[in-house]
């Protein structure tokens, strides 16, 4: 009977259909359901708190009693609580735009979350938001969206593939920590910052692009870490990605031409030509002849080696850009989920 008591208190005031709803108290709330979630009803938006839903494809309303739902979880709540935590069932959620928040832990250890969409209308994402979420494989980051924080996606084991917004400028401790299948990152010129441990533990990392010749990295060999010495760590010289692989002895590599890689012939554009040019470049060498082409230009897919696999990358590259593609070469090369079209 306690129980029962405590259970109707919870929800007492969310409104009947034989009864009229409760004032909401000032600077207050009332905590109400739906079939598929629970949630707290403020003056002039929602917090969803709670998803009960038993689907496996969460699509959260853009609103509900006719307010806007503004915030996943309530900052309060610890992991276990948090909105998705250690839900077993959901595979993909739709977070609708008009979502501002999402608070520490919402869909920590989420374990059967292969994908997640985050609208643009998001500022900020809490700590662990999406920790242990082992199968998690591929997240779309709003561009609004200026700092990662402490645990972000630690211990993603599945994640292979994330863009990160371009004016992004924190990536706090272990936010890619234990991500074994992340395998190429690039972080924008507007990274300032990356701590502890965040790439720590990334065993399939191959390179990681630094563009930001100020940034912070924080002073640990793990950091950055990877296996069989990569990854390879790509900025310009000098910066502070040099003076880290330096320190550290890991494999450094200058792209200070990085705005002309791909553009082999240099008329400020990327397309078949450019792939002929790789091609012959290639065949030339192949046959003991000097490589008549910048290798640092040429080598699309940054792999160290210039071969007719580049022209391929810019052919699939230029096909892209034709539709409408707006991705630069090196982060087309970098995630290949821009590519599935073409595949």
């Not at 935590?85 to 292969?114: D, M, Q």
């Not at 924008?188 to 930001?212: D, Q, R």
């Amino acid at each position: 009977m306690l129980m029962t008591a405590a259970v109707m208190a919870l929800f007492t005031g969310c409104g009947k259909a034989d009864k009229p709803e409760a004032a909401i108290p000032e600077d207050g709330y009332l905590e109400c359901k739906t079939d598929d979630f629970i949630y707290r009803k403020y003056a002039d938006h929602v917090a969803l708190i709670k998803w009960t839903g038993m689907d496996s494809r969460a699509v959260i309303p853009d609103e509900v009693d006719g307010l806007p739902i503004t915030e996943l979880s309530a900052p309060e709540l610890f992991s276990e609580n948090a909105a998705f935590s250690g839900n077993l069932a959901v595979t993909s959620v739709i977070i609708p735009e008009g979502v501002k928040t999402i608070h520490r832990y919402c869909f920590w250890h989420c374990t059967a979350l292969r994908d997640a969409k985050i609208p643009d209308s998001v500022k900020s994402i809490g700590i662990e938001a999406f920790q242990g979420c082992k199968n998690l494989i591929s997240v779309q980051l709003p561009e609004s969206l200026e700092q990662l924080p402490d645990g972000c996606f630690d211990e993603c084991i599945s994640l292979r593939n994330i863009s990160l917004p371009d004016d992004l400028g924190v990536i706090g401790n272990r936010v890619f920590h234990k991500c074994e299948n992340l395998e190429n990152i690039i972080l924008p010129e507007s990274v300032t910052s990356i701590g502890e441990y965040a790439f720590g533990g990334c065993t399939s990392l191959s390179t990681i692009t630094i563009l930001a010749d100020g940034c912070e990295i924080a002073d640990r060999s793990d950091t950055i870490s990877g296996s069989d010495g990569k990854p390879e760590i790509r900025g310009v010289t000098p910066s502070t990605a040099k003076d880290y692989a330096d320190r550290y002895g890991k494999s450094f590599r200058d792209i200070g031409v990085i705005s002309d890689i791909g553009d082999v012939n240099g008329d400020s554009s990327i397309d078949s030509n450019d792939a002929s040019l790789i091609l012959s470049g290639y065949a030339a060498a192949s046959i003991g002849g000097d490589l008549p082409l910048d290798p640092i230009i040429a080598d699309a897919d940054g792999d160290g080696n210039v071969t007719a696999a580049d022209a391929s990358l810019i052919l699939s590259y230029y096909s892209y850009l034709s539709i409408g593609g707006e991705a630069t070469l090196l982060e087309y090369a970098a995630l290949p989920g821009l590519r599935s079209h073409q595949e």
